[in-house]
C-alpha cells in the first residue's frame, strides 16, 4: 500500500532549529513536496525535490532519500511566524499525490 | 487516517467540452470541501470553498458560471469547469474538513486530477 507518515506535532523555540521528518512507501515516485499551511489559508509551495540530496533555500531546506524513502524539512531561525501545519506530498508513478497528515509546528517565545 | 479520492484522475477533452471532477471523502463526512488548482512547483491556489447544501463561496478572479461547485451530500463535491479551454489545463485538487468545521480542523487532500484541454 501506499503511507506516508510525518509526526503529528512538534514544539520548538523562537531563533531555534527544527527538522521535520518523512517517511514514505509509494507506488512509485515523482518527486517530493512541502507545503505550509497556516490555519484557515491555502498550502503554500515551499520546495520539491526529485533527485537525493540537500535543497537549500534561505532558511528553509529540504532533503531527499530515495533509497530510503526519506524527507526531511529544515527550518533555521525559527520565528514566530513558522507556526504552522507542515505537509509533505508524494507524486506517484501517475501523477497522483499522495499526502502526508501534516505536522503542526508550534514556536514558542 | 481520513481518505479523499477523486474522480478521473487526469482527462484529456476538446476545448469547448465541459468536465465533471468529483471530490468524495471515503471514511468520514466532510461539511466543507475546498477546490484548488495548481501550477507547476507553485503554492495551491484557491479556488473556491464548498459547503454542503448551499452555495460555494468563490475566490477574486474565479468565475463562478465557468467552474460550478456543486456539495449535494456531506461525502461528494464535484467542480465542473464548462466550454474548457486550453488556458484551464492544470491540476485541480480538493480537500475536505471533518464535520466540526473550525479553521484548526485537519483538511484531507485528494490526490489530484490532471486536466488537458486540447
Known amino acids: 500500500g501506499q503511507n506516508i507518515d510525518q509526526p503529528t506535532e512538534m514544539t520548538a523555540t523562537e531563533g531555534a532549529i527544527v527538522q521535520i521528518n518523512c517517511t514514505y512507501q509509494t507506488s512509485g515516485f515523482n518527486g517530493l513536496f512541502w507545503y505550509q499551511q497556516h490555519a484557515g489559508e491555502a498550502p503554500t509551495f515551499l520546495s520539491y525535490n526529485v533527485l537525493d540530496g540537500l535543497e537549500e533555500k534561505g532558511r528553509f531546506s529540504s532533503f531527499l532519500s530515495r533509497s530510503k524513502g526519506y524527507s526531511y524539512l529544515l527550518l533555521k531561525e525559527l520565528q514566530m511566524k513558522d507556526s504552522a501545519s507542515y505537509l509533505c506530498a508524494i507524486m506517484d508513478s501517475n501523477y497522483q499525490l499522495i499526502w502526508g497528515a501534516g505536522t503542526k509546528l508550534i514556536i514558542k517565545p | 487516517g481520513a481518505v479523499v479520492s477523486q474522480h478521473p484522475s487526469w482527462v484529456i477533452c476538446k476545448s469547448g467540452t465541459s468536465v465533471k471532477i468529483e471530490c468524495r471523502s471515503l471514511?468520514?463526512?466532510?461539511?466543507?470541501m475546498f477546490w484548488y488548482r495548481q501550477f507547476p512547483k507553485q503554492s495551491l491556489m484557491l479556488m473556491a470553498t464548498s459547503n454542503e447544501g448551499s452555495k460555494a463561496t468563490y475566490e477574486q478572479g474565479v468565475e463562478k458560471d465557468k467552474f460550478l461547485i456543486n456539495h449535494a451530500s456531506l461525502t461528494l463535491s464535484t467542480l465542473t469547469v464548462t466550454s474548457a479551454h486550453p488556458e484551464d489545463s492544470s491540476f485541480y485538487i480538493c480537500?475536505?474538513?471533518?464535520?466540526?468545521?473550525?479553521?484548526?480542523?485537519?483538511?484531507?487532500f485528494g490526490p489530484g486530477t490532471r486536466l488537458t484541454v486540447l
Open positions: 480537500s475536505a474538513r471533518a464535520e466540526s468545521g473550525g479553521d484548526t480542523d485537519t483538511q484531507y
Open positions: 471514511d468520514f463526512q466532510a461539511t466543507t
